[in-house]
């Protein structure tokens, strides 16, 4: 017993040592986006929310903004409208190379982003996309449309298609089916994704330095050529920002699995 209560600590302090050496590399910047003074160093020159102020003072940095938003949200709604068409069709028909397909559905998660956008920008060229927000739009619903497919994927793991055949009986049509039965079934699976999407187009750069015109700077991208041209302890207030976003990604994405895992202890039980 003290044996095995000794091994708990050890993992638990491993678990905490590694917990750090993640995290203390993002707890270095937020005092930084507090400073007083003009340069990125410790130790700080007072408090003050200056920076704060002139990232929302700055038409460069409202436009980014502007522009992370639009598009953000476009290639959400895309991305999660296709991923949940495509986990449907994966989940409900039965065909031949249904792996395959699942593999090449996949495919933008697992090819490097840097191959993905040296490729979309020759194409977008040559069909005159690139530097337009409706080539960055579907660039970004491409990279993120996977992450749907993997959420709604796993969510449909657990329906029973027997609801399905119930409602088909009883002369619901496929649309009437789905709006009724399986969406609600599977809507913690389609939130997850959505958020999934939009973090990933949110947080994308590497197509946003090849693709985007001057007019669609993404804020993941000014921040680049910040850190390129002109190092402001204005990024380091953006950069903490975008911290409390990811944050409420994550708190986000906790609640939809627990409302999924409760939706499923209902489901078993009125089964």
Excluded at 74 to 92: D, K, P, Q
Excluded at 172 to 192: D, E, K, Y
């Amino acid at each position: 017993m003290q044996s095995f209560l000794s091994w708990r600590n050890f993992n638990r302090c491993a678990a905490t040592l590694v917990l750090i050496f993640l995290v203390a590399p993002i707890l270095a910047i937020v005092p930084l986006s507090f400073n007083g003074g003009s340069f990125l160093s410790y130790p700080l020159d007072g408090f003050s929310l200056q920076w704060y102020a002139a990232v929302f003072e700055s038409p460069r940095w409202i436009l980014a903004l502007k522009n992370s938003l639009l598009i953000g949200l476009a290639s959400m709604t895309l991305a999660t409208a296709l991923g949940t068409m495509a986990a449907l069709g994966l989940n409900l028909a039965e065909f031949r190379l249904k792996g395959l397909l699942l593999a090449v559905l996949l495919s933008p998660m697992i090819v490097p982003t840097v191959i993905t956008a040296v490729g979309v920008y020759f194409l977008f060229s040559s069909l005159g996309l690139a530097s337009t927000f409706t080539g960055m739009v579907l660039a970004h619903t491409a990279l993120a449309t996977p992450f749907v497919v993997i959420a709604v994927n796993a969510t449909l793991q657990g329906l029973d298609r027997s609801l399905l055949r119930a409602a088909a009986s009883l002369g619901a049509g496929p649309m009437l089916t789905f709006r009724r039965v399986t969406l609600p079934l599977i809507l913690p699976g389609v939130a997850s994704g959505a958020v999934f999407a939009f973090a990933t187009s949110f947080d994308e750069v590497v197509v946003s330095l090849l693709l985007a015109g001057p007019e669609q700077r993404t804020l993941p991208r000014e921040m680049f050529s910040g850190v390129r041209e002109n190092l402001s302890p204005s990024i380091t207030a953006v950069a903490f920002m975008l911290t409390l976003l990811s944050t409420l990604f994550l708190l986000t994405l906790g609640w939809l699995q627990r409302y999924a895992s409760r939706m499923a202890g209902k489901s078993s039980a009125a089964h």
